[in-house]
C-alpha cells in the first residue's frame, strides 16, 4: 500500500450521467494530483493542487471539474463524458517545497479508477 | 520543455538473466529522473529515483539505474530477472530549472517488461 486509496475502483457510467472519483492521502503531503492513463499513451496530467491551491490545470475539458477541500482529499467531478474518456484515473501525492526549498517530491500514486463511458 | 523517451515497447528476457529496460530524457536544467512500476489493474509503484551525487541509485525489488549525463540516459537495471518483475515500466523526469513551482512530471510511454520461465 502506497497511502494513497481511491474510490471507487471501477465505474461505468452514461454519458449523461454525473459522478465523482475520491481520492485520500494517509502521507501528510501537501500536494496531489490527478493523472489520466490510456491505452498507448503516456499519462497525462489533469490537474496539480498544492496547499489546497489548484497550480496547474493542462488544458482538460471543463467536464471535469476537480475539488481539494483539504490537503488530504481529492475529487474529480465528472459530468456529460465522453466515451474517449475512458480510462483509468490515478491520483498521486507529494511533498512539495515552499519557496526556495526543494523536498524530495516523489510522486506517490493511488490504485486508480477504472472508467468507462457508455 | 522536458521530454522522455523509452525506446522500447517491450522486452523480453528469460528468468535469471539481467535485464535492462532504456530510458533517455531531455531537459534545459539538470534532471529529477525517476522509474515506477506498474502491475496489471494497479496503480504506479516508486522504484527509485536520481536527484544528485553517485550516478549509480539502487532502488526496491534488487532494482538499480544508471544515470548518464553525457548520453542523456537513466537505464533500468537488475542483475537477474524475476517471473514476478513481468509489469509495465516508467521512466519519468522533472526538470530542476522549472523551480519548486512547477510540478510537471513527465513520464515515458512505458515498456512492457516479460520475463519467461
Known amino acids: 500500500e502506497t497511502g494513497v486509496t481511491q474510490t471507487p475502483r471501477h465505474l461505468v457510467m452514461g454519458m449523461t450521467n454525473k459522478k465523482s472519483l475520491k481520492c485520500e492521502q494517509h502521507?501528510?503531503?501537501?500536494?496531489m494530483y490527478w493523472y489520466k492513463q490510456s491505452a498507448k499513451k503516456p499519462l497525462e496530467l489533469m490537474f496539480v493542487?498544492?496547499?489546497?491551491?489548484?497550480?496547474e490545470n493542462n488544458s482538460v475539458p471543463s467536464r471535469f471539474s476537480p475539488e481539494c477541500p483539504n490537503s488530504s482529499h481529492l475529487f474529480l467531478h465528472l459530468h456529460t463524458l465522453q466515451p474517449e474518456d475512458s480510462a483509468l484515473y490515478l491520483c498521486?501525492?507529494?511533498?512539495?517545497?515552499?519557496?526556495?526549498?526543494?523536498?524530495?517530491?516523489?510522486?506517490?500514486f493511488g490504485p486508480g479508477t477504472r472508467l468507462t463511458v457508455l | 520543455a522536458q521530454s522522455v523517451a523509452q525506446p522500447e515497447d517491450q522486452v523480453n528476457v528469460a528468468e535469471g538473466n539481467p535485464l535492462t529496460v532504456k530510458c533517455t530524457y531531455s531537459?534545459?536544467?539538470?534532471?529529477?529522473l525517476f522509474w515506477y512500476v506498474q502491475y496489471p489493474n494497479r496503480g504506479l509503484q516508486f522504484l527509485l529515483k536520481?536527484?544528485?551525487?553517485?550516478?549509480l541509485v539502487k532502488g526496491s525489488y534488487g532494482f538499480e539505474a544508471e544515470f548518464n549525463k553525457s548520453q542523456t540516459s537513466f537505464h533500468l537495471k537488475k542483475p537477474s530477472a524475476l517471473v514476478s518483475d513481468s509489469a509495465l515500466y516508467f521512466c519519468?523526469?522533472?526538470?530542476?530549472?522549472?523551480?519548486?513551482?512547477?510540478?510537471?512530471?513527465?513520464f515515458g510511454k512505458g515498456t512492457k517488461l516479460s520475463v519467461i520461465p
Open positions: 536520481y536527484i544528485t551525487g553517485d550516478n
Open positions: 493542487y498544492n496547499f489546497k491551491e489548484q497550480t
Open positions: 502521507l501528510g503531503h501537501n500536494a
Open positions: 519519468a523526469v522533472r526538470d530542476l530549472a522549472s523551480g519548486a513551482g512547477s510540478y510537471q512530471l513527465t
Open positions: 531537459v534545459s536544467g539538470n534532471p529529477y
Open positions: 498521486a501525492s507529494s511533498q512539495e517545497g515552499t519557496s526556495g526549498r526543494l523536498y524530495t517530491d516523489t510522486q506517490y
